[in-house]
């Protein structure tokens, strides 16, 4: 069993940055792939990020790249994701999931493990 822990959410004014952590427990995070999810009030959850188990490896979706960044460090057993430039239509509620395999499902919603959320408010 994985556990995450998001932090770091909170009201910044647009243009502001902003640098959410995901802490797991356990020991095997480094065979887990990471990702980040938002979930806007009224709208579906989307994918915004993920990294490879070692980190060589990366995908975004469209909205976000060149202002979003995820990283991890297994040594501590966290997952990162600072968020630059930020616009008001970030504003959700960001989860972090794991998942086993970094392949074409990472855009999907098929994870292993999601934490409980923590939330993000840009303010125009």
């Known amino acids: 069993q994985v556990q995450l822990v998001e932090s770091g959410g909170g009201l910044v004014q647009a243009g502001g940055s902003l640098r959410l952590s995901c802490a797991t427990s356990g020991r095997t995070f480094s065979t887990y792939a990471m990702a980040w999810f938002r979930q806007a009030p009224g709208k579906e959850r989307e994918f915004v990020t993920a990294?490879?188990?070692?980190?060589?490896?990366?995908y975004y979706t469209d909205s976000v790249k060149g202002r979003f960044t995820i990283s991890r460090d297994n040594g501590k057993n966290t997952a990162y994701l600072q968020m630059n430039s930020l616009k008001p239509e970030d504003t959700a509620l960001y989860y972090c999931a794991a998942r086993k395999f970094f392949d074409a499902g990472v855009g999907g919603m098929k994870y292993d493990y999601w934490g409980q959320g923590t939330q993000v408010t840009v303010s125009s």
């Open positions: 990294i490879s188990m070692s980190a060589d490896r990366t």
